[in-house]
Nanobody, 124 residues
Framework: QVQLVESGGGLVQAGGSLRLSCTAS????????MGWFRQAPGKEREFVAAINWLGYTTNYADSAKGRFTISRDNVKNTVYLQMNSLKPEDTAVYYC?????????????????WGQGTQVTVSS
């Protein structure tokens, strides 16, 4: 069982930056691939970024490429999402998720554990 707790969300002006963190419980964090997803009101949950178990492979949604960076620290049991050049359309609840596999996926259905989410609001 893995418990995930996100932090770092908030209100920021367009063009600003935020860094989200997701800390996992348990001693097996390094065996999980990790992902970040987001869900805006009235929309389906969508993929943002993912990273494999050792952190050497990353994947990004087209909307995140060049602006967001996912990283992980397996000593601290934490995955990060650095978000730069934020836009109002980035406004959503952001969730981190853990997949019981070494390699990441862009499909939310392939993740086994989810955090409670953290709100990101970007004002214009």
């Amino acid at each position: 069982q893995v418990q995930l707790v996100e932090s770092g969300g908030g209100l920021v002006q367009a063009g600003g930056s935020l860094r989200l963190s997701c800390t996992a419980s348990g001693r097996t964090f390094s065996t999980y691939a990790m992902g970040w997803f987001r869900q805006a009101p009235g929309k389906e949950r969508e993929f943002v970024a993912a990273i494999n178990w050792l952190g050497y492979t990353t994947n990004y949604a087209d909307s995140a490429k060049g602006r967001f960076t996912i990283s992980r620290d397996n000593v601290k049991n934490t995955v990060y999402l650095q978000m730069n050049s934020l836009k109002p359309e980035d406004t959503a609840v952001y969730y981190c998720a853990a997949r019981s596999a070494r390699h990441a996926s862009m499909s939310p259905a392939e993740y086994d554990y989810w955090g409670q989410g953290t709100q990101v609001t970007v004002s214009s």
